[in-house]
C-alpha cells in the first residue's frame, strides 16, 4: 500500500534535527542529573542562553525583523541575530518571510503553520516539509540590510559556534568534562528545545486556545499562560488585529517582557520609532468584536422571545427591553469613536474609560441572559 506520507518533500535536516535533539534533551538531562547532579552554574548558563535566545526572536526576529514595530541601533540587530540563530528557527530572514506569509493568509491554505491543517502541523509538523531554495519575494526591504543577509548567509554556523560550542567550553572552563557536557546538553540542546517549542506553542496553542476579544473572525487568541513561557507573545488575538505594535500585551497589567526591552532600549538610545496603535483605534476593535457578539446573542433573543410569544416571563421580558435599551446607547457610542478615529481626532481617557466600561457592562447584560428562560416558571 502507498504510504500517504510524502517522503519525496520531506526536509529531513530539518526533521532529523527536531527529533534528535529532542529526544536527547528528553532522555539525556535526566540521566546528567542523576548522575552529575544539579549544579547552579549550569541552570544559571540554561536560564542565560533562554532569554537571551528567546528574547533574539521575540524581540529581534519577531517584532523588529518581521513586523518592523521599531528601529534599532547596530549592537541591538547584531545581537539579536546572533542569539536568534542559537534558537535554529532558521535565519531572520527565512523567519520574517514566513511570519509575513502568515499573516497574509492566515487560517488559509497558504499560511505556512495553518491550524485547520491540525495542532502538530501548525505547531512544527509544516518545518518537516519546508524546502529550500524559497523564493523569500516578501521580504525585499529585509534584503536590503547588510546584517540580516550576512546572518542568512551564516546563521546554521553562527548557531553551531555560539549556541553549542561556548557553551560547551564555558562549562568545560567550569567544571573540566563533566562540565562541558552539562553546558552541551543543558545551556545547548535542552535549552534549544525549550526556546523552539515556547515558539511552536504561539502558532499551535494560541490559535486553539484562548480569549478573543479583539476579532473572533480569526483563530488566534490570547493566552496569558503562553505569555508567561515566550516573553509576552501569548496576547495573540491582539497581535493580529495590530500586527505592527511593538507591544503585543498592550494592557499595562499584560505580561510583555519583549515589550519592557524595547521600551528599555528606546530610553538607552538603542531604539527608537517605536510603533503602537492608539487607544481609541484599539477600543474600537474592542467594542466592535462586542457588537459582532451582541448581534449574534440579540438574534437568538429574537428568535426565543417569537416562540414564547403566549406565555412569556415577566422578568425575561423586561431584561429583553433592558437589553435593547442598552443596544441602542452602546451603538450611539461605537458610531461616535468610530467617527472620532476615521477623522483623526483624539478622546479623553475619561471617555474611553467610560465607553470601555459600558461595553463591558453590555457584554455582561447579554450573558446574564443565557441564565433565562423566556418561557414563565
Known amino acids: 500500500m502507498k504510504s500517504r506520507i510524502p517522503f519525496d518533500r520531506v526536509n529531513w535536516t530539518s526533521s532529523i534535527f527536531l527529533t534528535v535533539t529532542f529526544f536527547t534533551a528528553l532522555i539525556g538531562t535526566p ?11 549550569q541552570i544559571a548558563l540554561f536560564f542565560f542562553y533562554f532569554l537571551a535566545t528567546g528574547l533574539s526572536i521575540t524581540l529581534g526576529y519577531h517584532r523588529l525583523f518581521a513586523h518592523r514595530a521599531f528601529k534599532a541601533k547596530a549592537p541591538v540587530k547584531l545581537g539579536t541575530l546572533i542569539f536568534g540563530a542559537c534558537a535554529f528557527e532558521d535565519s531572520a530572514l527565512d523567519w520574517a518571510s514566513d511570519h509575513r506569509m502568515h499573516h497574509k493568509h492566515v487560517d488559509e491554505d497558504d499560511d505556512p503553520y495553518d491550524i485547520s491543517k491540525g495542532f502538530f502541523w501548525a505547531h512544527m509538523g509544516w518545518i518537516f516539509f519546508k524546502l529550500y531554495p524559497r523564493p523569500l519575494a516578501n521580504v525585499n526591504d529585509l534584503k536590503k540590510d547588510e546584517l540580516v543577509m550576512w546572518q542568512h548567509r551564516w546563521h546554521r554556523a ?35 528545545v525549550a526556546v523552539q517549542h515556547c515558539t511552536f506553542f504561539i ?61 528599555t532600549l528606546s530610553k538607552l538610545g538603542l531604539a527608537s520609532e517605536l510603533r503602537r496603535v492608539p487607544a481609541e483605534k484599539i ?38 427591553e433592558a437589553v435593547h435599551e442598552m443596544t441602542e446607547k452602546f451603538s450611539k457610542n461605537y458610531a461616535e469613536l468610530e467617527e472620532a478615529v476615521a477623522e483623526g481626532v483624539r478622546v479623553s481617557k475619561k471617555n474611553l474609560a467610560r465607553w470601555k466600561a459600558e461595553a463591558a457592562d453590555y457584554l455582561e447584560h447579554l450573558a446574564a441572559m443565557d441564565q433565562m428562560t423566556p418561557a414563565a416558571t
Not at 170 to 190: Q, R, S
Not at 290 to 295: G, I, L, M, P, V
Request: aromatic content about 14%.
Open 283 to 320: 477600543l474600537l476593535a474592542e467594542m466592535r468584536e462586542t457588537r459582532r457578539q451582541a448581534e449574534l446573542r440579540l438574534a437568538e433573543i429574537e428568535a426565543a422571545k417569537a416562540k414564547q410569544i403566549e406565555n412569556p416571563c415577566p422578568r425575561w421580558q423586561g431584561a429583553v
Open 158 to 192: 553562527l548557531g553551531f559556534l555560539f549556541g553549542i560550542v561556548v557553551p560547551t567550553m564555558i562549562g568545560m572552563i567550569w567544571n573540566g568534562g563533566a562540565g562541558a557536557l552539562g553546558g552541551f546538553l543543558l545551556a545547548g540542546v535542552a535549552r534549544i
Open 31 to 41: 540521566i546528567y542529573f542523576i548522575k552529575f547532579g544539579v549544579d547552579p552554574f
Open 203 to 263: 502558532n499551535s496553542l494560541c490559535h486553539t486556545m484562548g480569549r478573543r476579544p479583539y476579532d473572533s473572525r480569526t483563530s488566534a487568541r490570547d493566552s496569558f499562560l503562553m505569555a508567561i513561557f515566550t516573553f509576552g507573545e501569548g496576547y495573540h488575538n491582539y497581535h493580529h488585529s495590530f500586527q505592527h505594535d511593538y507591544r503585543n500585551g498592550v494592557k499595562k497589567w499584560q505580561f510583555d517582557p519583549t515589550k519592557w526591552a524595547i521600551w
